[in-house]
C-alpha cells in the first residue's frame, strides 16, 4: 500500500480589523498618507508607495478615502510592471463602482480597453 501526501495550503487569514481608533483616523491623517503614496509614485517609487498604502489600510482603516487609494494602489502595481495585478485590482474595482466618476480612471491605469 502507498500513501501519499498532499500539500493543502491553508486559506488567507482575513484582514485584521482596524482599532477603534484607526476606524476614526482624522481625515487629514489620511490625505496625508495618500500625498505620501503620490508622491513617491511621481518619484519613481511603486513599492514604497504600496507601503504607505498598506499603512493606510492597517493602521487607519482605509475607510473615507478608500476608492482614492485603491487607485493608487493601481498605478503602483502597473510602475512595478505587475500588469496582471493592476488590471485584475482595475477589474475588481470597476465590478464594484460601475457609477463611480473613477471608474473610468481605474480602467485607464490598469490598461483595460
Known sequence: MVTTKTHVQAPEAPPAKPSASARSAPLAQQLELLKQARSLLRSG???EALTVLD???SELGGTDLRDEAALLRIEA????GRAADA???ARRFVVEHPDSPLAERAQRLGGIR
Open 45 to 47: 517609487q511603486p513599492t
Open 55 to 57: 499603512r493606510y489600510e
Open 77 to 80: 502595481l502597473a510602475a512595478q
Open 87 to 89: 488590471e485584475a485590482l
